[in-house]
């Protein structure tokens, strides 16, 4: 098989103690048809067995899906990587405990602008909640990461944010662009900033903080800096295309298979692990057509006039299907033709 699925993104559960106004899976409550811990046991196995090497588990959060510590050992147990992405809003001492008993490879928490930005998107005491999640989880020696999801109302809030952050033993913080899917489609969110002004600024603080610091695949493309934007201090980290499909998988509660998950509709649907296997999904040579199809005819805008348009290949396929539809093109390219 020419495509080798090596990290997948696995939402394990619908269920939230929070409903963002942007969360893009509008998640609350755990859907009714959410599999069940066998099936999830068996999910983990076919990750392994396709040679899976990376697994990041989300939600709705985490941590409310009770056995997510058995979903958790049996994928360490089959060599691996997990990573948990959470609010930090439930955690505990215990949770913290399993966490350091299952060989977990990081844990990563959200944190999307200052205490007032930050509350007023989530709810009333959420900041100080995470801030205290990634307290615990550096003192306990655990790799820790922020990722920050921006926004109109946080983008020009960064200079705040790095004196905040600067207080964390973390090793790593992501700047993501929110995407109008989901609750962020309802009209109550301006998801739009400048890409340029934030790639300025990680540019400007990459090499003075303790930590990695760049930005996510839907932030870009090809500036003069690109290639130590992406969290890697090599100066070699070029963006190569959206990898939904090619090396990277999502997974949502229900069993659906997505290239990416956040590719957060059925359009995007490949098949369901309750009715196929996980393989079989992965090597039909009829799915994740957008990206092993692609040619860069298929190139719209401006991208079909860039130089860079067959290697960006039109930036991330997600962003670009929520905010204009063409998936082929991305709509605030930061790269000057």
Known sequence: MKYKLTRCVWEITLACCFSCRYCGSRAGRARENELTTDECLRVADELAAIGCKRVSLIGGEVFMRRDWDIIVRRLTDNGIAVNIITNGFIFNNNILKILTDTGIESVSVSIDGPMEIHDKYRQPGSFDRAVNAVSELTMAGIPTSIITTLHSENAGKLEEMIGII??????????????????????????????????????????????????????????????????NRSGKAYFKGCLAGISAAGIDSAGNVRGCESMYDEHFIEGNLRSQSLKSIWEDPDNFSYNRKFSKELLTGKCADCSLGEYCAGGCRSYNYFVHGKIHESPYCARKK
């Open 166 to 231: 600067n207080n964390f033993d973390i090793f790593a913080w992501q700047l993501q662009a929110c995407s109008p899917m989901g609750n962020a489609s309802d009209g109550n969110l301006d998801h739009r900033f400048d890409f340029l002004s934030v790639m300025n600024f990680v540019d400007k603080y990459a090499d003075t903080v303790p930590f990695m610091m760049g930005i996510a695949d839907n932030i870009g493309y090809f500036t003069e800096s690109e290639g130590r934007l992406r969290g």
